[in-house]
């Protein structure tokens, strides 16, 4: 059952509109709805806030600001960086954009946003620093890489080595700012009940949405429940909650009255986090047969005051290929924008970018196949701390992709193959996503009729969580998958990491298969010995002698408690191969196919994980063509919040797509086998797009996304 393709669970729910999502949850009584006020400037203080139309505005019951807001706990720089307090409406200051700075209630969502316009607001402006590249050289050193890497990994001398390469590359590619941008927006609906709220909100964590909004507002854990049992979508932005969720808790008690507030897609941009825009400087050497004698790769990205968060762009190379010389950097430039957060496969997505490229480039500088050039340089063990590898297979995944695609076809001159107006392209690069496992419980029950219940607070962000944990029930357990009834999504059931890092399926499900475990061992225990090997299994024995059912809770410890984890290098691989025409005259590019081949050991469930992957490749085709959060440098402000001006690939911009997935299963990486795959797809794919428009036209765009105005000056003349 573990692997079989089976259709979401959860599907009808979903397409009958019977899933409820944050928004609609309606068993709680009339809420009021609060509209957040922003911010219009970028940074300076607010000097005059008259909320006084508002208040007096039709339907409205309140106008929260920094005036009246409760005192709130400031953030604990020791507590993980979603679960710290997130308090809002702390003063007249004002940090970045669009920050919230009131928060209007009404009985309905039209008088509330239509008051929400009434808040007057005047400001004394300070200037702000909105520019990364125009102070790319003001850099500070972080301390270290979010408490897990260090800052800076440079093993021999790299510039002398490098000076003495045969053949060297010194390219510098840069990433622009990247949201997530889930089609459900950040909502939140609080209900306090005495001292203790329920808050349903749209998190794919949901312990870690607990402990920062009981770390807000002083309460106990017990105090505080979330719920969040259908989530529609993530990619990071929703690792935490934020300020809707704090308002949202603020005003339900002040108003003695649920109260939902919904983000719009606008605020969105501002109010949840981005993936910080990055300069990246690639230094490669090698020997003419193509072996690299220095990997070198210097990161400087974006960073604020109101955060410590630090993207781990410089670590991804630490990992992939074997070079004696190497040298691995974070710079940041402290700038005066909303904070900086995960955003799908942070580190690996705008490293691989110019890590990939960076290799293609040298490829051609060699006149070696991209594909050799990888080949060549995969290490025996971790390039850098020698650690022996779990199960890596990324030199299959190179060439079962690059026969598969028929990569032999590929012009090996850029802009040779050429149909009328449309010159063809190939391109490829390499994936690699790190594999963790955090400390996760889950609890199942079998009840006499044949039925199971499974319950953990981990959550299904639409990548389908509950399907792949029934399917580990009914395997465990002997019984249908339909006997199994999956229960997600709240603080009340057993605590886990819920989804991101790539770690959700894993962790959950390994969670699950140890409960699972627990609880044929507590049967058996506790059956006569005749009755053991009863023929209908655990499924009769509980039948027959535990009338009110048996149940078990499973649990995994930390990746630091698990000694696999210290033992071997543990990530998911992959390869990714493109096929594109660029019009020599308008520049528009058409891709005709992308094939991935990928090696995460054991896949749970071959559906849901093929379209993990192919909308992971998709996003890649969006980092390198599409995707831009565009900052107004007087103001930072993102210009371009929302889906018209924020482009990303629709169904005309997808050809022929497919993932192809290894048959694997790392015996190192948990009892199930399995390893991350949520972000894996996004893992190199932009790269092979970028690579395919050099190899298409000869024009090499190193400043991402590449846009017909970056190709138009250099296109080949006819
Ligand atoms: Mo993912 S960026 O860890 O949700």
Redesign the pocket.
């Known amino acids: 059952m573990i692997g079989k393709p089976l259709n979401r669970i959860d599907g009808p729910l979903k397409v009958t509109g019977r899933a409820v999502y944050t928004s609609e949850e309606w068993g709680v009584g009339q809420p009021l709805y609060g509209v957040m006020v922003e911010a219009t400037i970028g940074r300076g203080r607010i000097t005059r806030l008259d909320t006084s139309r508002a208040e007096a505005a039709p339907g409205v019951r309140g106008v929260i600001t920094h005036r009246n807001a409760p005192r709130q706990q400031p953030p604990d720089p020791s507590a993980s960086t979603y679960s710290r307090a997130l308090p809002v409406l702390t003063g007249p200051e004002i940090h970045y954009f669009a920050e919230p700075i009131a928060l209007v209630v009404a009985t309905t969502f039209e008088q509330a946003r239509a008051a929400a316009r009434l808040v007057e607001v005047a400001y004394d402006v300070i200037e702000g620093r909105y520019d990364l590249a125009a102070r790319a050289d003001q850099t500070f050193s972080p301390k270290d890489i979010r408490g897990w890497w260090p800052t800076d990994s440079i093993i021999g001398d790299f510039d002398a080595e490098l000076g003495k390469a045969p053949h060297q590359i010194d390219v510098t590619y840069t990433v622009p700012y990247e949201l997530?941008l889930p089609m459900e927006p950040h909502c939140c609906l609080a209900v306090w009940k005495r001292d203790a709220v329920t808050v349903y909100t749209s998190t794919?964590i949901v312990s870690e949405a607990r402990a920062r909004i009981a770390a807000t507002f002083g309460l106990s854990l017990d105090n505080v429940r979330v719920v969040a049992r259908f989530i529609g979508g993530?990619?990071?932005s929703?690792?935490a909650v934020h300020a809707e969720t704090m308002l949202a808790v603020i005003a339900a008690r002040q108003l003695r009255q649920p109260v939902k507030v919904v983000a719009t897609r606008q605020q969105v941009f501002h109010l949840a986090g981005h993936r910080p825009a990055s300069i990246q400087r690639m230094r490669l050497g090698a020997a003419p047969d193509g072996r690299l004698i220095a990997f070198g790769h210097d990161t400087t990205q974006k960073a604020c005051p109101t955060s410590d968060y630090i993207e781990q762009i410089g670590v991804t190379g630490r990992a992939l290929y074997a070079a004696p010389f190497r040298r691995t950097t974070h710079r940041a430039v402290e700038l005066d924008l909303p904070p900086a957060e995960?955003?799908?496969?942070?580190g690996e997505a705008p490293g691989l970018l110019a890590i990939e490229c960076g290799m293609d480039e040298l490829a051609y500088a060699l006149d070696m196949d991209p594909v050799d050039l990888r080949l060549t340089n995969e290490p025996a063990t971790h390039p850098e701390s020698g650690l022996p590898f779990s199960d890596r297979h990324l030199v299959e995944c190179l060439r079962e992709g690059a026969k598969q695609f028929g990569w032999d076809r590929r012009p090996q001159r850029p802009a040779t193959l050429r149909e009328g107006r449309w010159l063809t392209g190939y391109g490829m690069a390499a994936a690699i996503r790190p594999h963790f496992q955090a400390a996760s419980s889950a609890e199942v029950q079998l009840h006499p009729d044949g039925t199971a219940t499974v319950r953990a607070d981990m959550t299904d962000?639409g990548t389908g969580s509950y399907t792949i944990l029934a399917q580990v029930a009914s395997e465990a357990l002997g019984i249908p998958v339909e006997r199994v009834r999956v229960e997600l999504g709240d603080s009340a059931f057993p605590a886990g990491a819920g989804?991101?890092?790539?770690w959700g399926a894993t962790n959950s499900c390994s969670a699950l298969s140890r409960a699972c475990d627990a609880l044929r061992d507590q049967v058996l225990a506790a059956v006569p010995d005749a009755d053991r090997s009863a023929p209908g299994g655990l499924v009769e024995l509980v039948a027959k002698h535990f009338p009110a059912g048996a149940s078990a809770t499973g649990s995994i410890p930390d990746m630091d408690k698990e000694p696999s984890f210290a033992a071997y290098s543990l990530a998911s691989y992959g390869a990714h191969f493109v096929e594109l025409q660029v019009d020599a005259d308008t520049g528009e590019i058409r891709l005709r196919r992308m094939l991935g081949v990928f090696d995460a050991g054991r896949i749970f469930n071959a559906k849901t994980a093929r379209s993990q992957l192919i909308g992971g490749m998709i996003w890649g085709v969006s980092n390198a063509l599409f995707e831009e959060g565009s900052i107004d440098t007087r103001t930072g402000a993102f210009m371009n919040r929302d889906f018209a001006q924020y482009l990303m690939p629709v169904h005309a911009d997808i050809p022929a797509i497919e993932a192809v997935i290894l048959d694997g299963f790392d015996t190192r990486a948990n009892v199930l086998g399995g390893k991350g795959i949520?972000?894996l797809g996004i893992c190199g794919s932009g790269a092979a797009v970028a690579n395919a428009v050099y190899n298409a036209t000869g024009i090499r765009v190193r400043d991402f996304p590449i846009t017909l105005e970056k190709l138009l000056p250099h296109l080949p003349s006819q």
């Open positions: 997530s794919q993530g990619f990071g929703k690792l995960d955003v799908r496969a942070p962000i989804s991101g890092g790539s949520g972000e």
